[in-house]
C-alpha cells in the first residue's frame, strides 16, 4: 500500500512539472532514488574518499612519523643542540591556546561559524576531556624521560595536543567561513610544536604523537555531541556524516577501576598484594547484523605496586629499608568477534571476546631507607623490561539508551597477560662479572590478570 501511495505521489508530482511547462524533466526511477535511499541507483561513496577516512589520514601520518622517528629522536636533537643550544623562549606556553582564544573573539565580534558559543563549547570541552585523557594516560604509562631530563612523562608532548585540539577547534568552527582560519591554526599549533623541542622539552616523537592526538580528540568531541544534538546544528560534522545501517555499530570512550586477581610481581618477590588500578581508552565495533559484528579496543591501564620490606633468608628485618617499584602499565589493544541483543529500545546486551597485543611499560626498582644520601631517600638499583605479549580479553556490558544514537553503558572486561620480564641491574653489579652474568640475565615469567569495572559513553552510528 505504502509503494502505490509513493508511485501516486511521484506521478502526480511529475504530471505538475508538465502542467506547468517546466523545461527540466525528471526521470521516475530519479526520483523515486531521491525519496528512498535504499535505491540501488545510490551510488556508494569509495572506501578512500570516505569523510572519515580522509580526515583519518593526518592522525595516522602524525602516528605513523611518531613511530619512524623513535629510533632518531637523540639525533634529531643533537641538531639542536648543534645549532640552538641556549634557546629558552617560552612562547609556546601561551601560543597553544591562541587558537581556541581565536574562536571565542570571532563570536563575540558577530562572525558566524558553524555553531552558536554554547554548542561550540559542549563540543570544545568533549574534545578537551578526551585529550585529557588520552595524553595523561599515556604519559604516566609510557614514563618517557624528558631530553633535559628534569620528568619521565616526555610522551606525548601535552602542549602539542592541546594546540592542535585548539587549532582543529578553529578549522571546525571556522574553516568553511575561510581556509586561512585553519591555516593560522594549525600553523601555530605546528609554531607551538616546534617550541616544544627549541626548548629542550620533548623530543620530535612526542610532538608528532601529541598533534595526532589532538586531532582526533576534537573528531571524537565533536562526534559525541553530534548524537547528543542528534546530529542538529553541525551538519558538517565529518562523523556526523555516517549512515547508520539500523544495527548497533558503535563507538565508545571508557574509563573504569582494574582490579587485579593476581600478583603482577609474584614470581619476582617484588609484589605480594593484588593492585588496584585505572583504565581508559577506546572501544568500537562495525556490525553485519544485529546480532554480530567485528570489535576492537585500545585500552591503557596502570597498576601501582605496594612497597616489600628488605629481610634475608632467616627472616630478619633489614632496618628501617623497602623495595619500592614504580607503577605497572599496560598499553593494549585487540580485534575480535561482538554480539549484540536487545531488550528493548532502551536497554542493550553486549558480549565479547578479543585477542591482540600488549606492551607493558618499562619501569624502575629502589631501595628507600631514611639513611641512603639521595634524593628522597632513595637508591635505583634496577630497571625492569617486559617484553611485549598476547593479550586475552572477554567481557560484557549493559547499555542504556538514552535516544538511538546515545547511551550509557556499565562494563565488565576480563584481561589475561603471560608476561615475560627481564631485570637489569646498577652499574655497581656490573663491575662483579659474577654478579653481572648471574643478576642482569634475570628473567620472570608473570601472569597478570585483572578485572576492569566501568562507565562506557556510547554512541551509535
Do not use: C
Not at 634529531?76 to 571565542?104: G, M, S, T
Not at 559525541?224 to 555516517?242: P, Q
Not at 589493544?333 to 597485543?357: A, C, R
Request: proline share 3%; no cysteine.
Amino acid at each position: 500500500m505504502k509503494k502505490i501511495a509513493l508511485a501516486s505521489g511521484i506521478l502526480l508530482h511529475l504530471y505538475s512539472y508538465k502542467a506547468q511547462d517546466t523545461v527540466q524533466s525528471r526521470n521516475l526511477q530519479q526520483d523515486i532514488a531521491l525519496i528512498n535511499t535504499n535505491s540501488p541507483l545510490k551510488e556508494s561513496t569509495p572506501f578512500f574518499k570516505k569523510d572519515w577516512v580522509k580526515k583519518s589520514v593526518a592522525p595516522a601520518i602524525l602516528f605513523t612519523a611518531a613511530a619512524a622517528t623513535w629510533g632518531e629522536k637523540e639525533n634529531i636533537r643533537e641538531v639542536r643542540n648543534r645549532y640552538l643550544p641556549n634557546f629558552k623562549v617560552k612562547y609556546d606556553d601561551y601560543l597553544q591556546y591562541a587558537p581556541a582564544v581565536a574562536v571565542y573573539g570571532l563570536k563575540l565580534g558577530g562572525v558566524k561559524g558553524r555553531n552558536n558559543v554554547g554548542r561550540a563549547t559542549l563540543s570544545y570541552g568533549a574534545s578537551l576531556l578526551i585529550m585529557g585523557i588520552l595524553v595523561n594516560s599515556i604519559k604516566y604509562t609510557a614514563k618517557v624521560e624528558r631530553p633535559d631530563g628534569s620528568k619521565n612523562n616526555a610522551f606525548p608532548s601535552g602542549h602539542a595536543a592541546m594546540a592542535f585540539t585548539n587549532a582543529s577547534f578553529l578549522h571546525k568552527e571556522y574553516g568553511m567561513v575561510n581556509p586561512a582560519y585553519s591555516i593560522a591554526g594549525y600553523g601555530s599549533a605546528a609554531i607551538t610544536g616546534l617550541g616544544r623541542n627549541l626548548n629542550n622539552r620533548h623530543w620530535v616523537p612526542d610532538i608528532l604523537a601529541g598533534a595526532g592526538i589532538g586531532i582526533i580528540s576534537t573528531e571524537l568531541g565533536y562526534f559525541f555531541i553530534d548524537k547528543i544534538y542528534k546530529n542538529k546544528g553541525d551538519n558538517l560534522s565529518v562523523l556526523s556524516r555516517i549512515q547508520g545501517n539500523d544495527y548497533p555499530s558503535f563507538l565508545a570512550l571508557k574509563m573504569g577501576t582494574a582490579l587485579g586477581t593476581t600478583n603482577f610481581l609474584k614470581e619476582s618477590e617484588l609484589d605480594d598484594k593484588k593492585q588496584t588500578g585505572f583504565e581508559g581508552g577506546l572501544e568500537g565495533a562495525y556490525f553485519f547484523s544485529k546480532k554480530w559484528g567485528v570489535g576492537a579496543d585500545i585500552t591503557f591501564s596502570s597498576f601501582p605496586i605496594k612497597s616489600q620490606r628488605i629481610t634475608f633468608d632467616d627472616g630478619q628485618d633489614f632496618g628501617e629499608h623497602e623495595i619500592k617499584t614504580q607503577s605497572m602499565g599496560f598499553l593494549a589493544t585487540g580485534i575480535g568477534p561482538y554480539f549484540s541483543h536487545e531488550f528493548s529500545d532502551k536497554w542493550q546486551l553486549m558480549l565479547k571476546v578479543t585477542g591482540g597485543y600488549s606492551a607493558t611499560a618499562s619501569g624502575k626498582v629502589f631501595v628507600k631507607g631514611d639513611n641512603i644520601d639521595a634524593p628522597n631517600h632513595e637508591l635505583q638499583i634496577a630497571r625492569y623490561k617486559p617484553k611485549p605479549a598476547f593479550r586475552w580479553n572477554t567481557g560484557a556490558s549493559m547499555t542504556y539508551k538514552f535516544n538511538p544514537g546515545l547511551g550509557l553503558t556499565f562494563y565488565t572486561d576480563y584481561n589475561l597477560i603471560n608476561s615475560t620480564i627481564r631485570y637489569h641491574f646498577s652499574d655497581d653489579i656490573k663491575e662483579s662479572a659474577e654478579l653481572d652474568q648471574e643478576l642482569n640475565n634475570l628473567i620472570a615469567k608473570e601472569k597478570i590478570s585483572y578485572i576492569t569495572l566501568g562507565l562506557r559513553l556510547t554512541a551509535f552510528f
